[in-house]
């Protein structure tokens, strides 16, 4: 079971993640940003005043964080963010040593620290055999059910497992759906023949 900790313990390692934002006209803005620390289950990045990202931060302050490692883990992450100004900016340059080729000496003080501080995420490998999959949440998030569910209807016709990418659907009464194994790829959901699975997202 991965702990949101070491899901972002991940995205520490990776570093160069990808960020998205809501930009001013409501359509989605994607930038590299390096996840600078990571302690007790919040995440910290940091922008400068003056650009377009600190902006849309302040305005809407939710953002998706996504990487993917050399061992094919991914990491989603989505949630609320906060502006907690200077605090940590002398303890992220010790941390990540290059930020003083690119802010030196004093001209750091243009840098604010965000903290990602609640949400929910997912962990994704799709180099395991079948696949894994699994959701966590931090801060105090509540998680939402995601994918796909076989409900009382089924009918035990087996026309789902055997039409399954990954094998994860186990024989039972009803049918169930191994979440963890789970592509949500809705094929099964596609084939029912009495419509005995739901879309839970
Ligand atoms: S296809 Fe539908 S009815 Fe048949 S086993 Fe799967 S869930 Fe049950
Ligand atoms: S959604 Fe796709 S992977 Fe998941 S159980 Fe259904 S067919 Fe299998």
């Given at each position: 079971?991965?702990?949101?900790?070491?899901?972002?313990?991940?995205?520490?390692?990776?570093?160069d993640?990808?960020?998205a934002?809501?930009?001013?006209?409501?359509?989605?803005?994607?930038?590299?940003?390096?996840?600078?620390?990571?302690?007790?289950?919040?995440l910290?990045?940091?922008?400068?005043?003056?650009?377009?990202?600190?902006?849309?931060?302040?305005?809407?302050?939710?953002?998706?964080?996504?990487?993917?490692?050399?061992?094919?883990?991914?990491?989603?992450?989505?949630?609320?963010?906060?502006?907690?100004?200077?605090?940590?900016?002398?303890?992220?340059?010790?941390?990540?040593?290059?930020?003083?080729?690119v802010?030196?000496?004093?001209?750091?003080?243009?840098?604010?620290?965000?903290?990602?501080?609640?949400?929910?995420?997912?962990?994704?490998?799709?180099?395991?055999e079948p696949?894994?999959?699994?959701?966590?949440?931090?801060?105090?998030?509540?998680?939402?059910?995601?994918?796909?569910?076989?409900?009382?209807?089924?009918?035990?016709?087996?026309?789902?497992?055997?039409?399954?990418?990954?094998?994860?659907?186990?024989?039972?009464?009803?049918?169930?759906?191994?979440?963890?194994?789970?592509?949500?790829?809705?094929?099964?959901?596609?084939?029912?023949?009495?419509?005995?699975?739901?879309?839970?997202?």
């Amino acid at each position: 079971m991965k702990t949101a900790e070491e899901c972002f313990k991940i995205l520490r390692e990776i570093r160069d993640t990808s960020m998205a934002t809501v930009g001013k006209d409501g359509t989605p803005r994607v930038r590299i940003i390096d996840t600078m620390l990571v302690e007790a289950e919040k995440l910290y990045f940091l922008t400068a005043r003056g650009k377009e990202f600190y902006r849309e931060l302040m305005a809407n302050r939710t953002v998706a964080i996504t990487g993917l490692n050399t061992q094919w883990e991914t990491i989603r992450v989505w949630g609320k963010v906060k502006n907690v100004g200077q605090d940590l900016l002398d303890r992220i340059f010790e941390e990540n040593p290059s930020m003083n080729a690119v802010y030196p000496g004093k001209t750091r003080d243009i840098l604010e620290v965000f903290c990602l501080y609640q949400g929910e995420g997912e962990y994704f490998c799709l180099a395991s055999e079948p696949i894994e999959r699994e959701s966590f949440c931090f801060g105090g998030a509540m998680s939402k059910k995601k994918g796909f569910q076989i409900t009382e209807e089924c009918i035990g016709c087996g026309t789902c497992q055997s039409g399954c990418p990954q094998n994860a659907i186990e024989e039972g009464s009803p049918f169930i759906i191994i979440q963890n194994h789970c592509l949500h790829c809705g094929r099964c959901f596609e084939h029912c023949p009495v419509q005995a699975i739901i879309a839970q997202s």
